[in-house]
T-cell receptor, first 115, second 113 residues
Framework: DAGVIQSPRHEVTEMGQEVTLRCKPI?????LFWYRQTMMRGLELLIY????????DSGMPEDRFSAKMPNASFSTLKIQPSEPRDSAVYFC?????????????FGQGTRLTVV | GENVEQHPSTLSVQEGDSAVIKCTYS??????FPWYKQELGKRPQLIID?????GEKKDQRIAVTLNKTAKHFSLHITETQPEDSAVYFC????????????FGTGTRLLVSP
């Protein structure tokens, strides 16, 4: 398995534009997490899905952010409109079903720069 | 709410010294605590974890301890080497019907030769 795959790796966009980040979890994993990483706040959990259903989106900063998981092999995080303060590295992680002690695997991340 | 606090935010040691990173969590029901290491420009990767039915776990130069009563857990690295330099994150699973993985804010460890 290639692991968790995120695209694009880097994204530079202008303020006000729509940005879509993509994630393909590891096959067979049924939990998917989106995190935002900044120097000041570390790894913030934005939203997580279980069996494609959004469970907790309390970490989504505002209505400009939305996430979907239309099937078990694909998820998107969308920012519309984007703002400079959204600049960060966005990670997706997935986890297999099973007990509470299964490892979460991270993708390579998407470095977003909003100018 | 679900919260994990981590200290210190930065830690500088000399090669060969020990390093200790401490975390506290808010939910007494949490029972699984992983630690991740993130090298510069790379993804976080699991290095060790501990479950609530044990108080300590070791893997070569790395050890984790857990005090469930105080809701504290710690990472100990002995005989540090320059390649240990990275950002370390503690984490805890919170059970809100499903298992929510929340991270601490990270510790930047610098090991000087």
């Amino acid at each position: 398995d290639a692991g968790v795959i995120q695209s694009p790796r880097h994204e530079v966009t202008e303020m006000g534009q729509e940005v879509t980040l993509r994630c393909k979890p590891i096959s067979g994993h049924n939990s998917l997490f989106w995190y935002r990483q900044t120097m000041m706040r570390g790894l913030e959990l934005l939203i997580y899905f279980n069996n494609n259903v959004p469970i907790d989106d309390s970490g989504m900063p505002e209505d400009r952010f939305s996430a979907k998981m239309p099937n078990a092999s694909f998820s998107t995080l969308k920012i519309q409109p984007s703002e400079p303060r959204d600049s960060a590295v966005y990670f997706c992680a997935s986890r297999s079903p099973g007990g509470p002690d299964t490892e979460a695997f991270f993708g390579q991340g998407t470095r977003l720069t909003v100018v | 709410g679900e919260n994990v606090e981590q200290h210190p935010s930065t830690l500088s040691v000399q090669e060969g010294d020990s390093a200790v990173i401490k975390c506290t969590y808010s939910d007494s029901a949490s029972n699984y605590f992983p630690w991740y290491k993130q090298e510069l420009g790379k993804r976080p990767q699991l290095i060790i974890d501990i479950r609530s039915n044990v108080g300590e776990k070791k893997d070569q130069r790395i050890a984790v301890t857990l005090n469930k009563t105080a809701k504290h857990f710690s990472l100990h690295i002995t005989e540090t080497q320059p390649e240990d330099s990275a950002v370390y994150f503690c984490a805890a699973y919170f059970f809100t019907g499903f298992q929510k993985l929340v991270f601490g804010t990270g510790t930047r460890l610098l090991v000087s030769p």
